[in-house]
């Protein structure tokens, strides 16, 4: 079975101040992590994922599999930043699932 | 616009009602999704289709019945609604269903029972 845990409901920071949203995971095959980010009143859209190992919007996350965790993090965090996120998880194969963590929401204020 | 399009965006009907909901990618992906997103902004998957092909089937009743007529349609019917069907459901797309694959979800459809 395949778990994904975020265990913030709800992440509150100042405007620059640094950013770490956590997601750890639970798989027994090699996983593909994802995430995904809801701002307000627009879909649900990636974020970024590990295999292309980016940054986008200044934001970055490794995956760790010794600690199976994928957290999310940005150094200084900016209002435009507030939004839902999702760290997800799917199996490496064709006709997989991807399984989402509850979310975090993200406030960052001034 | 080349996105995934879902309709109606909302939707208010009584316990007991047949309703459907639609949706549409021309993004020429191969696989289509069905979510579920609760009130505590929970997601989970509930189908996915492979070009018409029922590929994922979660645990979900069997009032829940997806339909696609082709591989660019995706549509949701609810028989005998419930309260606890309300929810918003999201429509995904991506290329092959594979698990590298990033999903392109759609506005999502907010479903009321009363």
């Known amino acids: 079975a395949q778990r994904v845990t975020q265990p913030e409901k709800l992440l509150s920071v100042f405007k620059g101040a640094p950013v770490e949203l956590k997601c750890n995971y639970s798989?027994?095959?090699?996983?593909?992590l994802f995430w995904y980010v809801q701002y307000s009143r627009q879909r649900l859209q990636l974020l970024l994922r590990?295999?292309s190992r980016e940054s986008i919007k200044g934001f970055t996350a490794d995956l760790n599999k010794g600690e199976t965790s994928f957290h999310l993090k940005k150094p200084f965090a900016q209002e435009e930043d507030s939004a839902m996120y999702y760290c997800?998880?799917?199996?490496?194969?064709?006709?997989?699932?991807?399984?989402f963590g509850t979310g975090t929401r993200l406030q960052v204020t001034l | 616009d080349t996105a995934v399009s879902q309709t109606p965006k909302y939707l208010v009907t009584q316990m007991g009602n047949d309703k459907s909901i639609k949706c549409e990618q021309n993004?020429?992906?191969?696989?289509m999704y069905w979510y579920k997103q609760d009130s505590k902004k929970f997601l989970k998957i509930m189908f996915s289709?492979?070009?018409?092909?029922?590929?994922i089937n979660e645990t979900v009743p069997n009032r829940f019945s997806p339909k696609s007529p082709d591989k660019a349609h995706l549509n949701l019917h609810i028989n005998s609604l419930e309260l606890g069907d309300s929810a918003v459901y999201f429509c995904?797309?991506?290329?092959?269903?594979?698990?590298?694959?990033?999903?392109?979800f759609g506005p999502g459809t907010r479903l009321t029972v009363l």
């Open positions: 995904a797309s991506s290329p092959t269903g594979g698990g590298t694959d990033t999903q392109y």
């Open positions: 798989y027994s095959g090699s996983p593909e």
């Open positions: 590990h295999i």
């Open positions: 997800a998880l799917s199996g490496a194969g064709t006709a997989s699932k991807l399984t």
């Open positions: 993004l020429g992906h191969d696989t």
């Open positions: 289709y492979n070009n018409k092909e029922l590929i």
